[in-house]
């Protein structure tokens, strides 16, 4: 089992960046599959961004598309989120996820097996 430990969450202008970092422990990274989830007050958990286990195939929400991107460094055990031009409609838990699976788009919740305890991003405007 692995365990995940989300970072760098915080409170930001909008038009601002933040960097999230996802720190494993007790398996290797290499693993999994790695995905970014979030969840505002009042509303589901949303998928944000995943990364296959090569590091090179990537997919994100329509709404996070062209502002976030999804990283992983597996000789450090860590996945990243990088955010740029924050908007307030951002502000949310972000949590990171770990896939076993090779298979499907893991853009659902429902594939994941492992999350972190969710780190806070507020966008204010």
């Known amino acids: 089992q692995v365990q995940l430990v989300e970072s760098g969450g915080g409170l930001v202008q909008a038009g601002g960046s933040l960097r999230l970092s996802c720190q494993a422990s007790?398996?290797?990274?290499?693993?999994?599959?790695m995905g970014w989830f979030r969840q505002a007050p009042g509303k589901e958990r949303e998928f944000v961004s995943r990364?296959?286990?090569?590091?090179?195939?990537?997919s994100y929400a329509d709404s996070v598309k062209g502002r976030f991107t999804i990283s992983r460094d597996n000789a450090k055990n860590t996945a990243y989120l990088q955010m740029n031009s924050l908007k307030p409609e951002d502000t949310a838990v972000y949590y990171c996820?770990?896939?076993?699976?090779?298979?499907?788009?893991?853009?659902?919740?429902?594939?994941?097996?492992?999350w972190g305890q969710g780190t806070q991003v507020t966008v204010s405007s």
């Open positions: 990364i296959k286990r090569s590091g090179t195939i990537t």
């Open positions: 007790g398996d290797t990274v290499s693993n999994y599959a």
């Open positions: 996820a770990a896939d076993t699976s090779a298979l499907g788009s893991q853009r659902s919740p429902f594939e994941y097996e492992y």
